[in-house]
């Protein structure tokens, strides 16, 4: 037997959502910045994309890293994060796993660890037994109680908001958040998104807005609040979503609902939380999001000669 690739991963989920740190046997990407990678990432190497993160090696519900160097020193190293469909921005709950996995792998220490995400640099602050804080990018509300005509469904409001990716948010609907209704949440949102399309509306630049989320009262009293995180490929969010969490966090600021410093409870579809606080930081703030990993898999990817299918296979 044969094989055309082996690359390791190591698996952990945060909060119930599956990241899949890939250590070693990447594509060689060149130098630059790793916003400048991962667009080489994204345009040259989506067959490895979809090898690592699409059935039969993996699902649509996985968040993927490929761990590469930082050519800043001060950076303990870069990640660019892909899912089922193409790369992403910045992913809260899949740095959280990557500090999980660093520490699995014995390259990190007790502290705080500046990371080089694709768009910008985050600090990750291991805190030992799988639990990290995350001071993410800057993050902001872009615009307030936008209304969309959703097909089938009527007008919705959201805010727009970017918190690392951008994201749709809307807390008043006729939805109730429990998994049970995931297929039906899954619906609605993707109508939301197609409703947003439709009427040109975007995040700064023309930015296309790839996450919806919904919000509810918490199932849990001691948590602040629920939501659903409707992902670019279609998946949900079994976590709270760290950058999803920043976008909330970024329109509780802008409003005057939620004051600096104090912990933000956000619950998931699933019921595993989030803590998350922020700071002031000019037009927006800087959100910090705390929470734990497990790893779960350490695992050589094989691409065996003669598998007719070397990308994987793709259902989005
Ligand atoms: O935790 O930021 C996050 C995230 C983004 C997409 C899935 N999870």
Redesign the pocket.
């Known amino acids: 037997m044969s094989f055309l690739r082996k690359v390791l991963v190591i698996d952990s989920h ?1 909060g119930g ?1 599956p990241t899949r740190i890939v250590v070693t046997g990447g594509p060689e990407l060149g130098g630059g910045s790793v916003a400048e990678r991962s667009l080489r990432f994204r345009d040259h190497h989506d067959g490895f994309r979809s090898f690592v993160a699409d059935e039969p090696r993996g699902s649509d519900i996985l ?1 993927g890293g490929l761990l590469v160097p930082s050519e800043d020193h001060a950076n303990a190293c870069g990640i660019i ?1 892909f ?1 089922n469909i193409s790369t ?1 921005g ?7 796993g990557l500090m999980a996995t660093l520490a699995h792998l014995g390259r990190n220490g007790i502290g705080a660890h500046r990371i080089e995400t694709t768009v910008g640099v985050v600090t990750a602050t291991w805190e030992g037994n799988g639990r990290s804080a995350v001071r993410n990018v800057h993050s902001y509300r872009h615009a307030e109680n936008v209304s969309v005509n959703v097909e089938g469904y009527g007008w919705v409001t959201g805010d727009v908001a970017w ?3 951008w994201f749709f948010l809307v807390g008043e609907h006729r939805e109730t958040l429990e998994v049970r209704n995931s297929k039906r949440l899954i619906d609605v949102c993707t109508r939301i998104r197609d409703a947003l399309v439709a009427s040109g509306t975007t995040g700064a630049n023309g930015a296309e807005i790839d ?1 919806i989320e919904l919000f509810s009262a918490p199932a849990d009293p001691q948590n602040h609040s629920r939501n659903f ?1 409707f ?2 490929g279609s ?1 949900y ?1 079994r ?8 976008a909330k966090l970024a329109c509780l600021a802008a409003s005057e609902k939620w004051p600096p410093g104090e912990i933000w409870r956000q619950e998931s579809i699933i019921g595993s939380v ?1 803590e998350a606080h922020y700071e002031r930081d000019g037009n927006g703030i800087i959100p910090t ?1 705390c929470g734990s990993a497990y790893i779960t898999a350490e695992t050589t990817l094989l691409l065996e000669d003669g598998d007719p299918f070397p990308a994987g296979v793709p259902t989005k």
């Not at 910045?90 to 959280?96: F, L, S, Y």
């Not at 976590?239 to 999803?244: E, F, I, Q, R, Y």
Request: proline residues 6%; hydrophobic residues 30%; contains cysteine.
């Open positions: 945060t959502e968040v994060f899912n992403l910045m992913c809260g709950h899949g740095t959280i918190g690392g990716n996450h995180v992902c670019p998946a969010d976590s709270p979503c760290g950058t999803g969490t920043s989030f999001i």
